[in-house]
C-alpha cells in the first residue's frame, strides 16, 4: 500500500505562484509513473500533468501547459508541481496520484493510489 501526502497548497492572487511537493511512503517509489489532477466544486476531477518514473517524460493538460511544472526527486520519495502565473479557475483541491507503471497516464482511471488532496485557491 503506497500512502501520498501533498502539501503546499493555500491562497494567491490570480498571477502568483505557488508549489505543491507529494512524498510517497513507498521505498519503490522511482518504479512509479506519477499523476497530478484536481477537482473544482461540482466538477469532474481533471489531469493536470504526468512524469514517468525517470522524471524526464512529461505531459500537460492544456489549460496548463507553459505555467505548470511538474518534477520528481527519487532520493526523496517526492513529486512536485511548481504553478505560475495562477488564474482563478485553477481553484481545486489538488491531488498526487501514482501508478505501478513506468510511463505516465492522463487517465484517473490508470492510478492505483492517491493523497488526500490540497486546496489550492486562486483570487481575483
Known amino acids: 500500500q503506497v500512502q501520498l501526502v501533498e502539501s503546499g497548497g493555500g491562497l494567491v492572487q490570480a498571477g502568483g505562484s505557488l508549489g505543491l511537493s507529494c512524498v510517497a511512503s513507498?521505498?519503490?517509489?522511482?518504479?512509479?509513473?506519477m499523476g497530478w489532477f484536481r477537482q473544482a466544486p461540482g466538477k469532474e476531477r481533471e489531469f493536470v500533468a504526468t512524469?514517468?518514473?525517470?522524471?524526464?517524460?512529461?505531459y500537460y493538460a492544456e489549460s496548463v501547459k507553459g505555467r505548470f511544472t511538474i518534477s520528481r526527486d527519487n532520493a526523496k520519495n517526492t513529486v512536485y508541481l511548481q504553478m505560475n502565473s495562477l488564474k482563478p479557475e485553477d481553484t481545486a483541491v489538488y491531488y498526487c496520484?501514482?501508478?505501478?507503471?513506468?510511463?505516465?497516464?492522463?487517465?484517473?482511471?490508470?492510478?492505483?493510489?492517491w493523497g488526500q488532496g490540497t486546496q489550492v485557491t486562486v483570487s481575483s
Open positions: 513507498e521505498r519503490t517509489f522511482n518504479r512509479y509513473a
Open positions: 496520484a501514482s501508478r505501478t507503471s513506468a510511463s505516465g497516464s492522463y487517465s484517473r482511471y490508470d492510478y492505483n493510489y
Open positions: 512524469v514517468d518514473r525517470s522524471g524526464v517524460g512529461t
